[in-house]
């Protein structure tokens, strides 16, 4: 069950910037901005769009300074022990901006009001309200192509491409994007075509390619320098991406210079 803490709906803020902060292990917030905001998150600044909502949790701070004359939000703190948020489904301090705000607030407001009331119903009514708001949030952050955390997974991709040879595992990767593993790898084989392992495998490959070519290491030594501890294994899985063994393509590479 989810049960709200406190919220309020349509709070507007004529002072220049407002923290908010979550001290409580359990609690989450979730803001959505009626005004243009400028947001500072894990210490940087950005100014976003009226319609920008974003979910944080214990520990976090979202540092909020008005854009123009003034600052309008809704926010709902709640408390929260069900999987949607345990499983790090919904990524926490990650702005998204939903195009249909006035829509949206309606969820909103009709939780907010249940959790007033005392019908033996209005728990569900609650918990049911809080997931539809999350589940649409879940849309927002992964419909946007230049979203703050499709540019987490671009970062974990530059860092896969460029150390290649690092012992990668889901779990560290997952810890770099704040999911879990099964949201990892959907969401970086929607964003990027091809699985996060097999972008390690193909990363590994391409580095042998080069080295095979440029450097006059031994195969054991190469498969090392691309992250492998058995040459064996290295040659198998080189074999089966580039059609030849390393010493076969070696030496295709010699005699073409």
Request: aromatic fraction near 12%; include cysteine; charge should be positive.
């Amino acid at each position: 069950m989810i049960q709200i803490v406190n919220a309020a709906i349509d709070e507007r803020r004529e002072g220049e910037s407002e923290d908010f902060r979550m001290p409580a292990s359990g609690e989450y917030e979730i803001l959505l901005f009626h005004t243009k905001v400028n947001l500072e998150i894990n210490g940087e600044a950005k100014e976003y769009p009226e319609g920008t909502c974003i979910l944080y949790g214990a520990g976090e701070t979202v540092r909020a300074r008005k854009a123009g004359a003034r600052m309008a939000y809704s926010r709902i703190r709640f408390l929260c022990d069900e999987a949607i948020l345990r499983g790090k489904l919904i990524p926490l301090g990650v702005p998204a901006v939903c195009p249909d705000m006035d829509e949206y607030k309606v969820y909103w407001k009709a939780a907010v009001n249940e959790s007033k009331w005392d019908y033996g119903s209005s728990p569900y009514a609650v918990t049911h309200l809080i997931h539809i708001i999350l589940h649409r949030l879940y849309d927002y952050v992964f419909s946007e192509e230049d979203s703050g955390y499709r540019k987490s997974f671009l970062a974990l991709r530059e860092q896969i491409c460029q150390y290649p040879e690092r012992q990668w595992t889901l779990e560290e990767m997952a810890q770099q994007v704040q999911l879990g593993t099964r949201s990892l790898q959907k969401f970086y084989k929607k964003f990027f075509g091809i699985s996060c392992m097999n972008e390690v495998i193909l990363c590994r490959v391409n580095r042998a390619k080069q080295l095979l070519s440029c450097t006059t290491g031994s195969i054991a030594e190469i498969s090392q320098q691309c992250g492998y501890n058995n040459w064996e294994h290295f040659s198998r899985q080189f074999k089966s991406r580039v059609g030849m063994t390393p010493t076969q393509y070696r030496r295709s590479a010699i005699q073409q210079k």
